[in-house]
């Protein structure tokens, strides 16, 4: 289907929607949203806006991005990803000039979804997204110093390293009441999570702490004591613009949609491979550009898929967009009912939760298993990850979008100066059809990097599902980055799950060897790894034999 815009609920609405399935929709939709309201109000006050307009994102944004988007199990609402976007919008420009920003981010993620640049974003290379992410958990983590450890600081740097100084600075003022709350909260999120997986030990750690510490009367900053209570309702607003800011907000705009759409793509991507569907990418934007448009009349704050949430929907037996819109019900039920309560919430209950999301939003795993790999991808990692940290994520972005371009011509001109020898007589075979019935052949045509990835994968899946056994020809692949890699594994790890054989052809040996180095032979044992196109040939013929045996 070639359509612009066919939101995956109407599509499933058309088809039906069995009863048993609506249940466990609801089911999923109450559990994420309790999971949503902690991190929803967070995510707020860590942007350096009131907490009630992270819940009016949750609810609003929320719902039409289910309602209205291309994944059947996405959750939208406010992110980690966009705490530092937000908080700088709101330093330099104020809330109008955040305002502005939000809304041109809807328009330009509706061209984008318009205009078909869906594909385009999922070509962003791995080791950039993984070094901003990374950077902004950085970021993120120094924020939430200050509440974590209950400095009476009126004022905190902007800058990185000035926080870091001024923190300290004054670690001789520590709040042992509120480094007692942050650890409390921490240890509640990680016991929590050990016990279930259906209960969110944030939201745990926010009714247990904030108890204790009500009725204890600890010396701590609370949300009623900065912000005051929480409104029971939203109401529409519109501010009046600086004209002299435009360009600001213009280029604030475009970086809350680049984000924005990355990460809603990406957590589309990874939904996706968790319930083995396809969603629509540009519907997907269309839809998050609708709900930005449409969350800051009514006070909300930038809005994208949420990794974390969508993935606990899936688990929780979510899989249409009716869990996405209860999800959101769910928060406008608590905000209308119970919103005043959260006043008695600490401001280092908060702290501890955002520690331990932005130790998940880290990926310091897949960043240290980065600093191994090539080098071209270690400079792209490094370089965005210290200007995400250091300078700010616009100068990230732009860098590393113009850095990741050209080591990656770089690369293509070395490979254009290697003379490469083909020995064509003993490694081809001309006649394909003389193969048996259910054995595919597909052939990667050149480098696999983040440009051609995911191409190659989709069309490895599709003819992969139509056959028994798939031989994929590697002889002219001397080359694979890191997003290469993922994508290529992804694909690997798709037709083990439907019982598709894999052969390997024509590998070049440092490209084997990286393979093997990553886990290659948890996919494709040792003996379908071939160097000659006949010998995989043959290899193919007697597992074609013995699958009709089985069968």
């Excluded at 109450?30 to 907490?51: E, N, R, Y």
Aim: net charge positive; with cysteine.
């Amino acid at each position: 289907m070639n359509r612009i815009f066919y939101p995956k609920f109407f599509s499933l609405l058309k088809g039906g929607i069995p009863r048993r399935q609506v249940y466990s929709d609801v089911l999923s939709g109450v559990v994420v949203g309790i999971i949503a309201l902690p991190l929803s109000i967070a995510f707020a006050v860590a942007s350096g806006v009131s907490p009630e307009k992270g819940l009016i994102t949750g609810v609003i944004a929320g719902f039409l991005i289910s309602f209205l988007g291309g994944s059947r199990v996405q959750i939208g609402g406010p992110t980690g990803a966009f705490v530092v976007i937000i908080s700088g919008i709101v330093q330099k420009y104020g809330l109008e000039g955040l305002f502005y920003a939000n809304l041109i981010a809807g328009v330009f993620l509706v061209l984008f979804g318009v205009f078909k640049i869906g594909r385009l974003l999922k070509y962003i290379p791995h080791p950039l997204i993984t070094g901003f992410t990374s950077g902004i958990a950085l970021v993120i983590f120094t924020t939430q110093i200050k509440d974590a450890l209950g400095l009476p600081l009126s004022s905190v740097p902007a800058e990185f390293l000035g926080k870091w100084h001024l923190f300290l600075t004054h670690l001789n003022e520590v709040n042992p009441y509120a480094l007692g709350i942050t650890l409390v909260t921490i240890l509640i999120i990680l016991i929590t999570a050990r016990i279930t997986k259906r209960i969110p030990g944030s939201f745990v750690a926010i009714v247990a702490v904030s108890l204790a510490a009500g009725l204890g009367k600890f010396p701590v900053e609370t949300i009623g004591s900065l912000f005051g209570s929480i409104p029971a309702g939203f109401h529409l607003t519109f501010p009046a613009p600086d004209m002299s800011l435009w360009s600001g907000y213009l280029q604030s705009g475009l970086v809350i949609a680049l984000l924005g759409g990355i990460e809603s793509l990406l957590s589309a991507s990874v939904a996706d491979g968790m319930i083995s569907g396809n969603h629509r990418s540009n519907t997907e934007l269309v839809a998050q550009g609708l709900a930005n448009l449409v969350t800051p009349l009514f006070g909300g704050i930038p809005a994208t898929g949420a990794i974390a949430r969508t993935a606990a929907n899936v688990k929780n037996g979510g899989r249409t967009p009716i869990a996405g819109m209860v999800h959101a019900l769910t928060l406008l039920s608590v905000m209308l009912f119970f919103g005043p309560l959260a006043r008695f919430i600490p401001m280092s209950c908060l702290a501890g939760i955002l520690i331990v999301v932005s130790y998940n939003m880290s990926e310091w795993r897949s960043f240290r298993a980065m600093l191994k790999g090539h080098g071209s991808d270690v400079i792209v990692l490094l370089v965005t990850f210290f200007l995400t940290v250091v300078v700010d994520l616009v100068a990230a972005i732009e860098v590393g979008v113009v850095l990741s371009s050209l080591l990656f011509m770089k690369r293509m001109a070395d490979m254009a100066e290697r003379r490469i020898d083909y020995v064509v007589d003993s490694d081809v075979i001309d006649d394909y059809s003389e193969l048996p019935p259910g054995l595919a052949i597909y052939e990667i045509s050149g480098p696999l990097f983040f440009a051609s990835a995911r191409r190659y994968v989709e069309l490895m899946k599709e003819i992969g599902l139509k056959n028994r056994v798939l031989i994929i020809r590697m002889r002219h692949v001397h080359f694979i980055d890191h997003t290469g890699m993922m994508n290529f594994y992804d694909a690997l790890k798709f037709l083990k799950e439907k019982h598709i054989a894999v052969i390997l052809s024509g590998l070049d040996e440092g490209v084997q060897a990286n393979l093997i180095k990553e886990g290659l032979n948890g996919l494709v044992p040792e003996e379908n790894l071939f160097a000659s196109f006949r010998d995989a040939a043959e290899r193919g013929a007697v597992l074609i034999g013995e699958s009709r045996i089985r069968s």
